[in-house]
């Protein structure tokens, strides 16, 4: 089977336990940049090419530090997640803002940022106009409907909640054009941990025609082509990881075709991936507190769902590997699992594993996104540290775990009873 | 359509949210204790029967005090858990102790508090005893195994996590007796949200002839046993409710043939029902802050996923009103959604409602348990507040809502960028 690499072996994991406790995830920072700029290199043709982070992927300011200085921006969705952007050195269109059931308020603080706002609804115009004013740029989310076919984890288009019509997105941009409006994005969002490549380049052509449709429709010139992100990252290790150079030389083919021709190069294309950037760096490590055998074998960890919701919500793969065991063999079938108080709460089903003991470390792959991000305080679970595994091989607390005085600060405790 | 009543009509909401902006949680203080009574009541029959409310379903402080006080226990799983019942007043073995993957820490403090620690696995008699000595009170999860079917929710209990085999069972009482333990309990807990009261009558067949088994096979007299939980509640207006009185009369047919002769009589008979305690007493109010049609039409509501998770999680029902709106005809067809950046946040798919405008009041249904509590910041989304509506009818904030500096309290921001 293949195997997937640590950055850390089990003496230099075990060494880290003793500062910091398990559970807690570790990001590794060499990885994590080299990463960014082949991303970049990639798409080099394209002049001011920009990833915009998906905050809600791993929403630390350690991290978006290091992407900011790998010349990435964000992609917000929330009040939090601007004011985020903000306190992390993120200004202006670095920032864009996209969000499909939003309050005046977060309208008003993407404006204020001066962010690229990317409406969601053609009803939006007008809220954003009332809480903010339109501002010079505006982006519009568009929803293929059933031009195209989505995937599991996102749904199929015409039955998602996001975005614009095809006929709704030309009157969006003449409307806006009409007030004054004077630059215009166009995004779409129609996969999720996609790992077919022809499935973006597909994408990119949807765009760029319909670019040239808006301007042949609104005269609006689009400016900025947001493909979304949704690239897939290969959680399995014989998973194929998407084609990046092969999506840009189509990408380019198809800016060829159809974006020069139609008088709109130079036009800026941006992708808001998350998964791809952070995925794979990042890793949960656990210690084993029970190893015991009832109907079947289970393992379980000192981690949960408060952890890592993916495999307990969507029966999401996450490899897994016992440091100090890499040479065993395979010969076991456990169930993996955390401590919560729900028998969802698995991290594995049926995995072939070396023989696992009460006190091994065992690492959870590729939970540098949706990881951390997605932690509940469910039977009242804390959650756990963020550690950056720094370039020069130190290794920094970038969160706090937390403690039981965070799970009680909202609570407001009656007269202690007699 | 049957429809679902309100303990708050429209007006009296409306001025509540001038104090308290939406969302927030509201709960009934009247309904609750009116149903812990008719609860009790139904199996007074039993002496000293008592319910351990499953602390994970609720875990306010004001909410599990009402429930001291109407005389029932606490169900913990986590320390956590048992640090808010020690604060919130319990004692002792109105504290019962499970877990299924328990590190030392939680087992000593389950032992400080003289909690009825029930034993998850054979291998965890080693563990306490090691963590904290073995008291004069143990409890063993029974998981009946292919001998018994659990429902969607909780799998087949052949597959779960939890519990000792038929096997293991026997020898655990037979260890634990011979180190000098004095009292027995037995648990078990197999299905969740089961309206099924049949499946509850075999539950107590299963424990009443295994409490048998155990005292001819061990020697071991069982003086206590813990139905669980998993008694479900009519989120569907046209579901039917279990039926408790039933439940109860056949349980007291069972003791009679099965507990009375073999000389286990008196022995305690508890459960440790959540969701049936304060799931159908919540509501979850927010406010619609868009109406939109698409490909579908979309109302988008102020809350999300954050607030509750069950619909998007699980596809789960919650029934929704208009408040105001009652007498009209329901002749629209909605997506009712949160406002997270994933699709799967929606709170209802074509659900059919009168017409809804900007600004309605949408009140959740049935939010009463695994609403709050399942919360999560994903997005960089925040906990709502949760409100109780006293008896005399005043309300009382009883958590407050979170707020960024909470969202950012784990965090560390590196040095300000230049």
């Not at 992708?271 to 379980?300: A, I, M």
């Not at 550690?387 to 009656?414: N, Q, W």
Request: with cysteine; hydrophobic share 35%; net charge negative.
């Amino acid at each position: 089977m293949a195997e997937k690499n640590l950055p850390l072996g089990r003496e230099a994991l075990e060494k880290l336990t003793e500062t910091y406790p398990t559970p807690f995830h570790l990001y590794d920072e060499q990885a994590i940049r080299e990463n960014a700029r082949r991303f970049y290199k990639v798409f080099d043709w394209i002049d001011g090419f920009r990833n915009h982070f998906a905050v809600k992927a791993c929403p630390n300011p350690a991290i978006l530090s290091i992407l900011r200085e790998e010349g990435m921006g964000v992609d917000c969705s929330s009040l939090s997640e601007l004011i985020l952007a903000e306190r992390t050195g993120f200004k202006g269109e670095e920032i864009v803002f996209t969000s499909n059931d939003t309050p005046p308020d977060e309208f008003r603080e993407a404006a204020r940022l001066g962010a690229v706002i990317n409406l969601d609804d053609i009803s939006h115009i007008g809220e954003l106009e009332r809480a903010a004013g339109l501002p010079e740029l505006i982006s519009f989310r568009y929803n293929p409907g059933k031009a195209r076919s989505g995937n599991v984890l996102i749904g199929e288009p015409h039955e998602a909640k996001y975005g614009l019509t095809g006929e709704q997105v030309l009157e969006a941009y003449r409307i806006t054009k009409e007030k004054g409006v004077k630059r215009f994005g166009l995004h779409t969002m129609v996969a999720s941990n996609e790992l077919d490549s022809a499935y973006f380049v597909e994408t990119a052509r949807m765009l760029f025609e319909l670019a040239v449709r808006i301007k042949d429709g609104s005269g609006a010139e689009i400016e900025l082509i947001n493909m979304g992100g949704g690239i897939g990252i290969p959680y399995r290790p014989d998973d194929q990881a998407v084609d990046l150079g092969y999506i840009s030389e189509e990408m380019q083919k198809l800016y060829r075709q159809i974006i020069v021709p139609a008088g709109l190069d130079p036009l800026k294309v941006v992708f808001e991936c998350g998964r791809l950037v952070t995925g794979p760096y990042g890793f949960l490590v656990s210690r084993v507190l029970h190893v015991s055998r009832k109907y079947k074998d289970y393992v379980g960890l000192d981690s949960c769902m408060a952890n890592l919701m993916r495999p307990g919500l969507y029966g999401a793969y996450h490899h897994i590997t016992v440091p100090g065991k890499e040479g065993q063999s395979f010969d076991h079938f456990y169930d993996v699992t955390g401590s919560l108080c729900e028998n969802s709460d698995k991290f594995a089903i049926d995995r072939q594993l070396p023989k696992i003991e009460k006190g091994d470390l065992v690492v959870i792959h590729d939970t540098g996104a949706h990881g951390y991000s997605m932690g509940f305080n469910y039977n009242g679970k804390l959650r756990s540290a963020e550690l950056l595994l720094k370039e020069d091989g130190s290794v920094e607390l970038i969160r706090r775990a937390e403690t039981i005085d965070d799970y009680f600060s909202t609570m407001r405790f009656p007269e202690a009873p007699a």
